[in-house]
């Protein structure tokens, strides 16, 4: 029995492990903060919308700990979805921007006039708290933004996606080198 509880703790804890590992380091650093202040630099800015009113946006922050006065750097993104009317924040920490700018710059940007026939092709970027993924099809376009479960909300997959404004990725890629 002892052995049985023991199975059952351990892996009980991978589980709760596995699940706090999907906030960003800036939403840790916002939840151990006392007080926080949170500068968002609103002229640099890019933003995806869909014909439905729709939209998600994304700028850079400066989090301060106004306690300890530490600083952080980081990506916020707002959507905003239907069905249900719905506001979410998400944020890309520091240590994932580097990759987040790779992965922009070779696989979306390269991509921007790739055709295909009869073939579809993804990229997909996984940040802690979002996903985002740019899909080919045939001579389609879509980006698709996808806030992952790190709230333990309700509704698991807040998603927004875009066919007409997939060239904004540049106005993004811009915004995240200002980051870094």
Same mark, same amino acid.
Do not use: C, H
């Given at each position: 029995?002892? !052995? ?16 706090? /590992? ?7 650093? @916002? ?7 949170? *500068?968002?630099?609103? &002229?640099?800015?890019? +933003?995806?919308?869909?014909? $439905? ?7 850079? @922050?400066?989090?301060?700990?106004? !306690?300890?006065? !530490? ?6 993104? *707002?959507?905003? $979805? ?18 987040? $700018?790779?992965?922009? +710059?070779? /696989? ?10 009869? !073939? ?5 970027? /996984? ?21 992952? *479960? ?11 996606? &875009?066919?007409?404004?997939? *060239? /904004? @990725? ?8 200002? @980051?870094?």
């Amino acid at each position: 029995m002892k !052995k049985k509880s023991l199975f059952i703790l351990v892996i009980l804890f991978t589980i709760f492990s596995k699940a706090q /590992n999907k906030e960003s380091s800036t939403r840790k650093f @916002i939840d151990e903060s006392k007080y926080t202040r949170i *500068d968002k630099d609103w &002229t640099t800015e890019a +933003e995806f919308k869909s014909g $439905i009113g729709e939209y998600v946006k994304f700028f850079p @922050i400066q989090v301060t700990d106004l !306690k300890t006065g !530490k600083k952080m750097n980081a990506l916020q993104l *707002d959507m905003f $979805i239907k069905k249900p009317n719905i506001y979410k924040t998400a944020w890309v920490g520091l240590e994932e921007i580097t990759d987040f $700018i790779n992965f922009v +710059e070779k /696989n979306v940007i390269t991509n921007l006039k790739m055709k295909l026939k009869d !073939k579809s092709s993804e990229f997909i970027f /996984n940040a802690k708290e979002m996903t985002l993924s740019y899909l080919v099809y045939e001579r389609r376009r879509r980006i698709t933004i996808k806030l992952n *479960d790190y709230d333990n909300s309700v509704i698991k997959n807040y998603t927004f996606w &875009t066919e007409s404004k997939v *060239d /904004n @990725i540049s106005n993004l890629l811009s915004v995240l080198k200002v @980051i870094k």
